[in-house]
């Protein structure tokens, strides 16, 4: 089993056995309903198969993740994958959002970009129309900007 050192060869054998888990979440439908049919029939022998059935679909999903066998981690493509993603994902860098910097953008703002925004807020003012008012919450927030 190879060592992954990035997130893409990590990742690719999830994106292979993603199908597989597939196939196996929709056998074990099939046995839930099987066992649910077994049950109310009586059939145990066949009830207690079709629970043995799901339990087994189970098991070779949580042997794909958790690589039961295999007990490095950086031979794990399940939790290699996280930590790549995790660790390469690219820095974001924090945006201060301001008075200052909403007017000015506002006042460089196309028209296009303006109507939406006023579209925007109208909708939003015509949804709260029909709906209680809260008046001495609203003129309390009034008082405040006095």
């Known amino acids: 089993m190879p060592t992954y050192y ?5 990742f690719e054998p999830f994106k292979n056995t993603y199908a597989q888990w ?4 929709a056998g074990m439908s099939v046995f839930r309903i099987q066992m ?12 207690f198969s079709a629970v043995s059935n799901w339990m087994k679909c189970v098991e070779r999903i949580q042997t ?5 066998d295999e007990n490095q981690w950086a031979r794990n ?28 953008v506002m006042v460089t703002a196309s028209d296009t ?7 925007l807020v109208d909708a939003y003012r015509q949804s709260l129309w ?3 008012f809260n008046v001495d919450l609203f003129a309390a927030l009034a008082r405040g900007f006095q």
């Open 6 to 10: 990035d997130f893409w060869t990590a």
């Open 130 to 132: 029909n709906k209680d």
């Open 36 to 47: 649910q049919e077994f049950r109310n029939a009586e059939d145990w022998h066949s009830a």
């Open 77 to 104: 493509w399940f939790f290699r994958s996280i930590y790549y993603a995790w660790k390469e994902a690219p820095v974001v860098p924090e945006v201060e959002v301001t008075m200052d910097a909403i007017l000015s």
């Open 22 to 25: 597939q196939d196996e979440v």
């Open 113 to 119: 970009q303006l109507m939406n925004f006023i579209g």
């Open 64 to 68: 794909d993740i958790f690589d039961m």
